[in-house]
């Protein structure tokens, strides 16, 4: 545990630089404590920490040594410290190799022995002979990163920005469950960058960057129904999008963390985070941020059944979008580009089509719009759309085209690893239970009922 009393956590953070890192290889207890002293954690914290009391930290921190192994593993667990860091993530002899791999103590033997014990595991692994756990220990890898540079520069941030983006296209087509560790670790990566010196424009930057970051992360932990783990993660992102003064990057960042209540059947929250987001959208005077939120806005208030405020909303929305200038789509707005404005108003009459006709006339032809226009790697938007489409002709009484397009819907959901994509599936299970006396409505029905009930 490193959380005591009033104190604040230590941040994973401060593990991650040059410094710190080369301490804990060392096992330099005395530095690692007196690098924390730096990041403004006391030795109180300290001591509550690792079980010592105070006099002991100020001896280690005065150049006592600390050897004991299980001191060692204590003050790891205690502090927060990945243990790999230190070489205590494994047995007592992986661990004296990780000491070795570290560079501490090596000689010549020490390498000729290690390239010589390791061919000859080499070749028994391909001589098919049986490892023994030692040997298999051997082969074990520590949780180690990458040391970040002393100095982050324009080029570093650029290469953030560049993978954040290959992430984002990568959780669109193939869903948050699909690439969600490797936007974790990451995410991770980025925000220790900040321990690096920076200019304060490449500073802001970063800031901006590691928000995007943050967002795939918190929408990703959406996309798989971790509603708590989405809300810290935007919640981050809005912090460092102010931090970064870009109003913009708040805006879309607030339309992501509304969505999260909007989509777990809480549409008054989020019809009060969408009108933040349409404050710093306002002040960003990106016509493009706007239109996102107001058609947001106009779902929320088609969930709670307000026809009138939906589509006003939903006729502002579009009138902003069609006011934008191309100089108005940064990296974090691509998403939202023509054929995701068709989407959102199709989600929109689809709400409301629930219940009026008119409104289901009016989804159907937009959704057909979206399924046209919408790039083909966005396979999530698709497999929503299709789902919608389906309920919608389903209720209108298209039973052959309901049961197609909601098959193509059910072929979409199977690839991509989306919990939202199996709860969106919902009205269509709805509409299709209605059909009773049709046999293949009620196969489709059967179908989503095993799909759901798999997951």
Request: a negative charge; aromatic letters at 4%.
């Amino acid at each position: 545990m490193n959380v005591t009393g009033g104190d604040r956590p230590i941040d994973p953070v401060v593990w991650h630089g040059r410094e710190m890192r080369e301490a804990l290889a060392r096992r330099d207890i005395g530095r690692v404590y007196q690098l924390l002293r730096r990041f403004g954690v006391s030795q109180r914290q300290i001591a509550a920490c690792t079980g010592q009391n105070q006099s002991e930290i100020s001896a280690i921190t005065n150049g006592r040594q600390v050897q004991a192994y299980d001191v060692l593993e204590r003050i790891a667990d205690g502090l927060g410290v990945p243990r790999g860091y230190m070489g205590l993530a494994y047995t007592d002899e992986a661990a004296h190799s990780a000491a070795v791999a570290s560079g501490l103590h090596r000689t010549k033997d020490d390498f000729m022995l290690e390239r010589r014990g390791f061919l000859g595991l080499i070749s028994k692994i391909v001589m098919g002979a049986a490892l023994t756990q030692a040997e298999v220990n051997l082969l074990a890898v520590g949780p180690a990163t990458t040391a970040i540079p002393n100095r982050v520069g324009a080029t570093d941030v650029d290469q953030v920005r560049a993978l954040t983006a290959a992430l984002r296209s990568y959780d669109a087509t193939h869903g948050g469950g699909a690439c969600r560790d490797a936007i974790l670790a990451h995410t991770h990566w980025a925000q220790s960058l900040l321990n690096a010196s920076a200019t304060d424009d490449v500073k802001a930057n970063l800031l901006s960057a590691i928000a995007e970051a943050k967002t795939l992360a918190g929408w990703t932990a959406h996309d798989l129904g971790l509603k708590h783990d989405a809300r810290r993660w935007l919640g981050q992102a809005v912090h460092d999008t102010q931090e970064a003064g870009d109003p913009a990057h708040t805006a879309i960042v607030l339309y992501h963390l509304g969505r999260v209540p909007l989509d777990n059947d809480d549409p008054d929250e989020a019809l009060k985070l969408f009108q933040l987001g349409q404050i710093a959208a306002q002040d960003s005077h990106s016509s493009v941020a706007v239109s996102l939120l107001l058609t947001h806005e106009a779902l929320a208030y088609a969930h709670l059944g307000d026809t009138r405020q939906a589509m006003t909303a939903l006729r502002r929305a579009e009138d902003e979008y069609a006011h934008a200038t191309p100089d108005q789509h940064q990296e974090f707005l691509r998403f939202f580009d023509h054929a995701a404005l068709q989407t959102s108003a199709a989600r929109v009459h689809s709400r409301l089509g629930l219940t009026d006709a008119a409104h289901r006339e009016l989804a159907v032809e937009r959704l057909q719009r979206a399924l046209d226009e919408a790039p083909a790697d966005r396979m999530r938007q698709r497999a929503f759309n299709l789902t919608w489409m389906a309920a919608c002709t389903l209720a209108e009484g298209d039973l052959a085209s309901g049961v197609e397009f909601g098959h193509q819907a059910l072929d979409a959901v199977r690839v991509i690893q989306s919990t939202r994509l199996l709860d969106n599936l919902k009205p269509l299970e709805d509409a299709a239970g209605r059909h009773t006396t049709a046999s293949d409505v009620q196969q489709l029905h059967h179908e989503i009922q095993l799909l759901r009930s798999a997951a």
